[in-house]
């Protein structure tokens, strides 16, 4: 199955580089962190340290690079299939990541009848930035997906920062695309080929924006001399996003 490709938004792009342990994105004249750097430095990793002792740090450390090495093969493979470029990985991690890329294309990729980007750098500018898997029209609505590969299956309710990422995203690419993405759609799967999918639309998706604006105050109140030099103020932020949110659905009414 092909997916064609729809320049409907033009993407900035972006590098990154790695300050003292945090990611660093810079687009457009901004110096920003990741998304996924601002959810780990305000997040509760008291069940994390608990794993890691009770399995050791070395074995903890070598489940996390197979995954992580497994992942990055899986998306290679997602990647090239949507862009529509052959792509073989034959090392004994690209062989596992194959299939998992497989399942994901055979049962997620199905709704998708159109993409606008992959590998897309978003921004909220001077704010936060990061890449999301796949932008496109999913189930005939303009979507944020992102691929995850996962070891066992998951649980909603183990999954806050996938909801979180993705929302920070959809928030992003409103902003500066002046675009309406309605939903978000994570695909999981294991290496023994379980599919999961996960998806946040609506109210729900407005209230996962919500926590991530709570998580990006945290985070720069931690880091209160950028916050006070920017004059960066997310109650505020908080309040404007709310306000866009209510005239987008008072708009959607009217032409309903």
Request: aromatic share 12%.
């Amino acid at each position: 199955m092909t997916i064609t490709r729809h320049f409907k938004y033009q993407y900035h792009q972006g590098t990154t580089t790695t300050d003292r342990g945090s990611r660093i994105y810079e687009v457009q004249g901004f110096r920003m962190p990741s998304v996924t750097t601002i959810l780990a430095q305000t997040k509760d990793d008291e069940y994390i340290r608990t794993w890691r002792n009770k399995i050791g740090h070395e074995e903890a450390d070598r489940i996390f690079n197979l995954s992580s090495k497994r992942g990055t093969a899986m998306h290679k493979f997602l990647e090239k299939h949507i862009q529509g470029t052959g792509y073989e990985d034959l090392t004994e991690i690209g062989v596992q990541a194959k299939p998992m890329a497989q399942k994901i294309i055979d049962v997620g990729l199905t709704p998708v009848s159109v993409y606008y980007g992959s590998e897309v750098t978003l921004y909220y500018p001077g704010l936060y930035a990061g890449t999301t898997d796949l932008t496109c029209l999913h189930n005939d609505k303009d979507t944020i997906v992102d691929f995850k590969q996962a070891n066992k299956p998951k649980k909603k309710e183990w999954i806050d920062d996938y909801f979180l990422q993705t929302s920070a995203y959809a928030m992003a690419h409103d902003y500066v695309y002046g675009s309406n993405i309605e939903q978000c759609v994570i695909m999981v799967c294991t290496p023994d080929l379980y599919y999961q999918e996960f998806k946040i639309e609506g109210a729900e998706l407005r209230s996962w924006k919500h926590k991530f604006l709570k998580r990006l105050d945290m985070y720069y109140e931690k880091k209160r001399d950028y916050k006070e030099e920017r004059q960066i103020d997310t109650n505020e932020l908080l309040k404007e996003f709310e306000k866009e949110a209510n005239a987008r659905s008072n708009l959607q009414s009217t032409i309903k």
